[in-house]
Each structure stands twice: as C-alpha cells, then as structure tokens.
C-alpha cells in the first residue's frame, strides 16, 4: 500500500513530528492515507494543500 505526503501550493512538505511545514523533502515521514487526510483537513483552513503519492514525490528528488 502506498504512502503519502501532505504538500503546500509552494511546494513545501508537512513534518508530522516536528508539526510545521519543511523544504527538505529527506525531512518528511510517509503517512498512511487516512491519516494524512485528518492532517490535511486541520491544516486546510491556514494553507492550500493537496496529498500526494510518497513514492511519486521520492521519485521527483531521486532524479
């Protein structure tokens, strides 16, 4: 099963530990998507955000 990222309109990536947005993408733990929905709907209101694919997104920084 794939996991997820939550990522803002400037391409900046959620840390779930640290609870604040990060530019480094080796910063960031995948999310089940459950999970990673409930995130994305606290965060909603402050940031535009989207959930993407973990493995598309690693796949962007592994070129």
């Excluded at 459950?34 to 973990?54: G, P, T």
Aim: without cysteine; aromatic residues 14%; glycine residues 0%.
């Amino acid at each position: 099963m794939d996991k997820y990222v939550i990522v803002s309109d400037d391409e900046k990536y959620w840390n779930k530990k640290k609870k604040e947005w990060v530019n480094n993408f080796s910063q960031v733990t995948p999310l089940e998507f459950e999970e990673a929905q409930n995130i994305a709907e606290d965060l909603e209101s402050d940031y535009a955000i989207s959930i993407k694919s973990f493995s598309k997104e690693l796949m962007k920084y592994s070129k």
